[in-house]
């Protein structure tokens, strides 16, 4: 979403979300009259496309610091897990999550259950205008695909989190809505995704279309949902089309994944953009990956730079990886001003060459990326056939043969797997995932996934252990004492 990117139009988002009033899932019926009104164009209809994917970003329309996926998501997915530990002083919200003291009054929970539904209304104020319009059929199909997608992704996310939440699929919903079953919401998910499949194009003509939704997007997205659902041969087949599509492939080299000149390139499904906003109207569009995760000694080397330090690695995590593994070398910093820090942070956001001065970054977070198809493909298939295949080893020895690489050469480390179990191969697509995917916000979903939240939890952490109701986080209780029809909360809270 670079040079000519998606331009996040702030007038459609504040028109659409002025009546948010005290409910976040109230709506408000002058929605309508704006509605009837607005959509006259084309470039009506993308405008409002674009207010979407501007709460998914650093879009900063309160009453949460950033959009749905600048920080909070991430950080969340990371703290509650064996992924990440907190080192933001006075920041108690955040020690709740390392250490699973955490219940409703968490402002984490409502961060992103607000921003999370700002995005649903916005595309759900999109597909009922959009669809009345007089467009050119395959611009309104496409353009309607791109709703359903960024509505089926942000459902997936909620569901995941919560559980049961309430499924608003129209401008006017009830005041106070009720919650929706858990099937229930996944029926839709799996409905809009297929739509999406079906009316999305592969890929854009033009330097416009960099980070728009495609179809391989959609598939990759459905195959993830399939996996979660244990639904293991749609998973597979959907992934193996994306695989067989050609359109992706890994980068040679794990680092050039994290070059900004890289972003939406060969190996990126789908990712959440940052950067400069450009524009008639100028707001504050920075993601805050090397504030948050850089350490503050960098401060004393970079003059002008601003790194925090704030969400760090678990030792665990550091030591999970071979000392070969590129990943490692690339995740990690382990050493900043000529001394060894306290804990190993994480770097892997830090384009150097394109911004010397750590600190704001236009680097994109990624969403969907083609390594996480190929794992994808390689459990689905343990899952099918109780044990690994041909096609399962060579997909996760896909993704272990880049990480061999250092950059210049390909080191003895990493072996191709072979000869494993069903629990053997499942652990090691686990593990892989753990070390492929540092601070993208996949650690928490994949250990509820596994069930091995628990389980592995308390290597990482001294004297943590999670609830067994830890895997869905508390609805947020402002939330509830808004609307009792949210009511019962979730277990153990």
Not at 26 to 48: C, G, H, L, R, V
Not at 199 to 209: A, F, K, V
Not at 222 to 251: F, H, P
């Amino acid at each position: 979403m670079k040079g000519n990117k998606i331009y996040h139009f702030l007038l459609v988002a504040l028109l659409v979300l002025s009546g948010a009033c005290d409910n976040i899932l109230q709506e408000d019926p002058q929605d309508q009259i704006f509605k009837d009104n607005f959509f006259q164009t084309e470039n009506d209809a993308i405008s409002a496309i674009n207010s979407i994917y501007g709460h998914m970003n650093s879009t900063s329309i309160g009453p949460t610091f950033g959009g749905l996926y600048h920080s909070t998501y991430w950080v969340i997915q990371g703290l509650a897990s064996d992924e990440m530990n907190n080192r933001l002083a006075g920041a108690p919200q955040n020690d709740e999550l390392e250490q699973f003291r955490f219940d409703a009054a968490n402002g984490n929970f409502f961060d992103v259950w607000s921003q999370a539904y700002r995005v649903i209304h916005n595309a759900n104020f999109a597909i009922e205008g959009i669809s009345n319009m007089e467009l050119e059929e395959s611009t309104q199909n496409s353009l309607l695909g791109e709703a359903r997608f960024l509505r089926s992704m942000v459902y997936f996310d909620l569901v995941r989190m919560y559980g049961e939440v309430p499924l608003l699929l129209e401008g006017n919903s009830e005041l106070r809505p009720s919650k929706n079953s858990v099937d229930e919401i996944y029926e839709q998910i799996i409905s809009d995704l297929s739509i999406a499949i079906a009316h999305l194009p592969s890929s854009y003509t033009t330097e416009n279309g960099r980070g728009r939704a495609t179809t391989g997007a959609a598939r990759g997205l459905l195959a993830k949902v399939y996996l979660t659902l244990g639904r293991w041969q749609e998973a597979a087949d959907q992934a193996n089309t994306v695989i067989n599509s050609g359109a992706y492939s890994l980068w040679p080299d794990f680092a050039d994944l994290f070059k900004i000149s890289n972003e939406n390139g060969q190996e990126t499904l789908f990712g959440i953009g940052f950067g400069d906003a450009g524009g008639a109207i100028s707001f504050w569009e920075v993601g805050q990956f090397n504030v948050r995760l850089l350490p503050r000694e960098l401060r004393t080397e970079y003059p002008g730079a601003n790194t925090q330090g704030w969400q760090v690695a678990t030792q665990d995590l550091y030591n999970a990886f071979s000392a070969g593994d590129r990943r490692r070398h690339v995740t990690f910093m382990t050493r900043a001003a000529g001394s060894s820090l306290d804990d190993p942070h994480i770097r892997k956001y830090w384009d150097e060459e394109h911004e010397p001065i750590p600190g704001n970054t236009e680097a994109d977070f990624p969403y969907l990326r083609y390594a996480g198809v190929l794992l994808i493909y390689a459990e689905a298939l343990n899952e099918l056939h109780n044990g690994p295949n041909t096609e399962a080893y060579e997909a996760i020895n896909t993704v272990r043969r880049r990480a061999r690489f250092d950059g210049n050469t390909e080191l003895d480390v990493l072996p191709d797997l072979a000869n494993l179990s069903y629990e053997q191969f499942r652990d090691a697509v686990l593990l892989e995932r753990r070390k492929e995917f540092v601070a993208e916000g996949h650690r928490w979903f994949d250990l509820v996934r596994m069930g091995k939240l628990q389980e592995l939890v308390p290597f990482a952490k001294d004297g943590v252990m999670p609830r067994p109701t830890d895997v869905l986080f508390p609805l947020p209780q402002i939330e509830i004492d808004l609307n009792q029809n949210l009511l019962p909360q979730n277990p153990g809270y």
